[in-house]
């Protein structure tokens, strides 16, 4: 989704506003465009299309002057991804100039308002709105006509704001979507993503909704909705620069693939302490954990489907009822919550829009929020009553694979945890599961060693046009995710199935040009594959089997197999996934796609 970076500071601003969007260009987005102040004048320059293409309008940030600028990677929302409907957009004097993250849902009106008025609209966009009311209020003092202007907006946006006749100094306002503050020394920014910052500065301040920021070079002062100043504190971000950079690989989803085994070791191994699982800064007692009488887990995309995995594994192992529910439609159902529902968000970002309003809901209606999320000081992480920070580090491609694997390997954690306090598993399986859970890093790692013959059977595949994935129980629950992965990023067909629903319908589809992807890990129910995995190759489709390390049968039933290191049954899900996002990986390299920034996606989807 949009990206937006601001600087004002002793050194010129184009260059280093170019590089800030570069590292946000992994969020998604069609255009970009960036603004400087230079004597008391703005100047644009825009273009549609990719980051390096305004690098090369603007050699690079050299044909711009100016210490102070603001810029934007657009993802279109109103108005085709155009030069002229990219971000800032400059009211009708070009006093201002405005970036904005979001949608303007009053937009309408106001234009209605403003064409009234004799102003002439340049763009299709809802954000222009924005900057043609901060020329009507302002009349010399930048704040008031922040606030005024903002207080008018309805919606979600993040704005950053240069005026013309206020050199050096930049404001943004933050009303949903993500905002940092960089602080450095003699310099200062702003972004919606700490990734555009290490590389300057690793001190940041979380802006939170309604609250407005200053920016001067000297000084950064953050305000209230009502114009109060309010102290905040500076955050160090951990992660070094290069956490956010390829490191060799030639693409960074390759790169995140394989930092998986030390992501799941960062998340499970510290919460592991003398055979107990202990959650620091956890506010849910073991008594208050006690009182819940079911889980509601809501989240999207492929944090929904580790929720539907964790649904499998919660209601094993602590006999409680658990709903995982689309974020999307949690929101607008009415849903039955009250103050005995635990309520698990899942999310990466903890900034995606719908994720947001689904908690929102139910925490209105008196559920305890527990966050999985990896971004430190999101605002989903802000809003949770408890948090458990996955420690995946930075994740670059769009596509998740670590963050997927890190929610996996809290929510396991959790649910062992949770299993614990309620009396539900006795020492023994304790002892068994954390054991289970130590092996989880090596049991990736295996995974991932078998990455030649994945490429091999990549290789082998990559011309199908249309594949299903099918398994059952936890299986199913892979299949998902092992489907998206693989549409994400090659754009071939593909549909997760449980496996026992196929012949409902959907087995019309199976003919001899189909591959279908057929997990076997969860051994209890292989007879009933092997019955599915036969169903399919009557109608001449071809198999590709998912089974665990020693199954020999398999190769009776499949035309090619996957094997996928032997574990825990029910946290199968994690090692399972590997080979899958490899072979979504081969596949769409084979067949010449953009990895890692995949069309028309993005990586945190701010919007609903
Ligand atoms: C987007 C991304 C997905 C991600 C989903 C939820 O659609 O492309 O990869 O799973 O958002 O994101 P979150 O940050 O909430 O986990």
Redesign the pocket.
């Given at each position: 989704m949009c990206g937006i970076v601001g600087y004002t500071g002793r050194l010129e601003a184009a260059p280093l506003l170019l590089d800030g969007l570069r590292r946000l260009e992994y969020r998604g987005y069609d255009s970009a465009g960036v603004a400087v102040l230079d004597a008391g004048r703005i100047e644009m320059v825009k273009a549609s299309g990719s980051v390096a293409n305004l690098a090369e309008k603007t050699a690079n940030g050299a044909a711009l002057t100016g210490k102070c600028g603001i810029a934007h990677t657009r993802w279109a929302t109103h108005g085709a991804p155009t030069d002229t409907n990219a971000h800032p957009h400059l009211s009708e004097h070009g006093l201002f100039a405005v970036v904005h993250n979001g949608i303007i849902e009053n937009f309408a009106a106001l234009k209605g308002e403003l064409e009234a008025e004799g102003i002439v609209f340049r763009s299709e966009t809802d954000t222009e709105v924005v900057a043609h009311l901060l020329e009507k209020y302002y009349d010399g003092d930048l704040k008031s006509a922040v606030m005024r202007t903002a207080a008018r907006l309805e919606g979600s946006y993040v704005l950053g704001v240069l005026c013309a006749k206020e050199p050096g100094r930049l404001f943004c306002v933050k009303e949903a979507g993500p905002l940092i503050l960089g602080v450095g020394v003699g310099e200062n920014y702003f972004a919606s993503d700490v990734t555009a910052l290490v590389s300057r500065t690793k001190n940041v301040i979380y802006m939170s909704d309604g609250e407005l920021a200053e920016l001067t070079p000297e000084k950064i002062t953050v305000y209230d909705r009502t114009g109060r100043e309010t102290a905040k504190e500076v955050s160090h971000v951990v992660w070094d620069v290069e956490a956010a950079e390829k490191g060799g690989y030639e693409h960074f989803m390759m790169k995140e693939i394989m930092e998986q085994p030390r992501a799941v070791k960062n998340t499970v191994e510290p919460r592991i302490r003398g055979g107990e699982i202990v959650f620091e800064d956890f506010g849910l007692t073991a008594e208050e954990i006690r009182r819940f009488s079911r889980v509601v887990i809501t989240?999207?995309?492929?944090?929904y489907h580790a929720g539907v995995v964790a649904k499998y594994v919660i209601e094993s192992l602590c006999r409680v009822s658990v709903e995982t529910a689309l974020a999307s439609e949690l929101r607008y159902s009415d849903p039955i919550i009250d103050g005995r529902t635990l309520l698990i968000v899942?999310?990466?970002?903890?900034?995606?829009a719908d994720?947001i309003a689904a908690m929102r809901e139910c925490m209105a209606r008196g559920a305890r929020s527990l966050a999985i999320v990896n971004v430190v000081g999101s605002t989903i992480a802000r809003l949770a009553d408890n948090v458990i920070y996955t420690h995946a580090g930075p994740e670059i491609a769009?596509?998740?694979t670590k963050?997927?694997t890190t929610q996996l390997a809290a929510l396991y954690l959790f649910a062992v945890w949770y299993a614990d306090k309620l009396g539900a598993i006795d020492a023994a399986r304790r002892a068994e599961l954390i054991a289970a859970l130590y092996a989880l890093p090596s049991m990736v790692q295996r995974a991932i060693d078998l990455n030649v013959h994945v490429k091999y059977l990549a290789e082998r595949w990559h011309g199908h046009k249309s594949l299903f994935f099918i398994g059952r129980n936890i299986d199913y629950a892979a299949a998902m995710e092992g489907s998206l992965k693989l549409k994400?990023i090659s754009y071939i067909h593909s549909e997760a199935y449980a496996a026992g629903e196929l012949k409902h319908g959907t087995i019309a589809l199976i003919d001899e040009k189909r591959l279908v992807v057929a997990l076997c890990c969860q051994e209890q129910l292989y007879d009933k594959m092997v019955s599915n995995i036969q169903e399919v190759k009557a109608r001449g489709a071809k198999v590709l089997g998912v089974a665990l390390e020693g199954n020999r049968r398999i190769f009776a039933e499949a035309d090619d197999v996957l094997y996928v290191p032997r574990g825990e049954r029910l946290f199968a899900a994690l090692p399972e996934i590997v080979p899958l996002q490899l072979f979504a990986y081969y596949i769409a390299r084979e067949n010449g796609c953009s990895i890692d920034k995949p069309r028309n996606?993005?990586?945190?989807?701010t919007v609903e």
């Amino acid at each position: 989704m949009c990206g937006i970076v601001g600087y004002t500071g002793r050194l010129e601003a184009a260059p280093l506003l170019l590089d800030g969007l570069r590292r946000l260009e992994y969020r998604g987005y069609d255009s970009a465009g960036v603004a400087v102040l230079d004597a008391g004048r703005i100047e644009m320059v825009k273009a549609s299309g990719s980051v390096a293409n305004l690098a090369e309008k603007t050699a690079n940030g050299a044909a711009l002057t100016g210490k102070c600028g603001i810029a934007h990677t657009r993802w279109a929302t109103h108005g085709a991804p155009t030069d002229t409907n990219a971000h800032p957009h400059l009211s009708e004097h070009g006093l201002f100039a405005v970036v904005h993250n979001g949608i303007i849902e009053n937009f309408a009106a106001l234009k209605g308002e403003l064409e009234a008025e004799g102003i002439v609209f340049r763009s299709e966009t809802d954000t222009e709105v924005v900057a043609h009311l901060l020329e009507k209020y302002y009349d010399g003092d930048l704040k008031s006509a922040v606030m005024r202007t903002a207080a008018r907006l309805e919606g979600s946006y993040v704005l950053g704001v240069l005026c013309a006749k206020e050199p050096g100094r930049l404001f943004c306002v933050k009303e949903a979507g993500p905002l940092i503050l960089g602080v450095g020394v003699g310099e200062n920014y702003f972004a919606s993503d700490v990734t555009a910052l290490v590389s300057r500065t690793k001190n940041v301040i979380y802006m939170s909704d309604g609250e407005l920021a200053e920016l001067t070079p000297e000084k950064i002062t953050v305000y209230d909705r009502t114009g109060r100043e309010t102290a905040k504190e500076v955050s160090h971000v951990v992660w070094d620069v290069e956490a956010a950079e390829k490191g060799g690989y030639e693409h960074f989803m390759m790169k995140e693939i394989m930092e998986q085994p030390r992501a799941v070791k960062n998340t499970v191994e510290p919460r592991i302490r003398g055979g107990e699982i202990v959650f620091e800064d956890f506010g849910l007692t073991a008594e208050e954990i006690r009182r819940f009488s079911r889980v509601v887990i809501t989240a999207c995309g492929s944090a929904y489907h580790a929720g539907v995995v964790a649904k499998y594994v919660i209601e094993s192992l602590c006999r409680v009822s658990v709903e995982t529910a689309l974020a999307s439609e949690l929101r607008y159902s009415d849903p039955i919550i009250d103050g005995r529902t635990l309520l698990i968000v899942v999310s990466q970002s903890g900034e995606t829009a719908d994720t947001i309003a689904a908690m929102r809901e139910c925490m209105a209606r008196g559920a305890r929020s527990l966050a999985i999320v990896n971004v430190v000081g999101s605002t989903i992480a802000r809003l949770a009553d408890n948090v458990i920070y996955t420690h995946a580090g930075p994740e670059i491609a769009v596509a998740t694979t670590k963050g997927y694997t890190t929610q996996l390997a809290a929510l396991y954690l959790f649910a062992v945890w949770y299993a614990d306090k309620l009396g539900a598993i006795d020492a023994a399986r304790r002892a068994e599961l954390i054991a289970a859970l130590y092996a989880l890093p090596s049991m990736v790692q295996r995974a991932i060693d078998l990455n030649v013959h994945v490429k091999y059977l990549a290789e082998r595949w990559h011309g199908h046009k249309s594949l299903f994935f099918i398994g059952r129980n936890i299986d199913y629950a892979a299949a998902m995710e092992g489907s998206l992965k693989l549409k994400e990023i090659s754009y071939i067909h593909s549909e997760a199935y449980a496996a026992g629903e196929l012949k409902h319908g959907t087995i019309a589809l199976i003919d001899e040009k189909r591959l279908v992807v057929a997990l076997c890990c969860q051994e209890q129910l292989y007879d009933k594959m092997v019955s599915n995995i036969q169903e399919v190759k009557a109608r001449g489709a071809k198999v590709l089997g998912v089974a665990l390390e020693g199954n020999r049968r398999i190769f009776a039933e499949a035309d090619d197999v996957l094997y996928v290191p032997r574990g825990e049954r029910l946290f199968a899900a994690l090692p399972e996934i590997v080979p899958l996002q490899l072979f979504a990986y081969y596949i769409a390299r084979e067949n010449g796609c953009s990895i890692d920034k995949p069309r028309n996606l993005a990586k945190s989807v701010t919007v609903e």
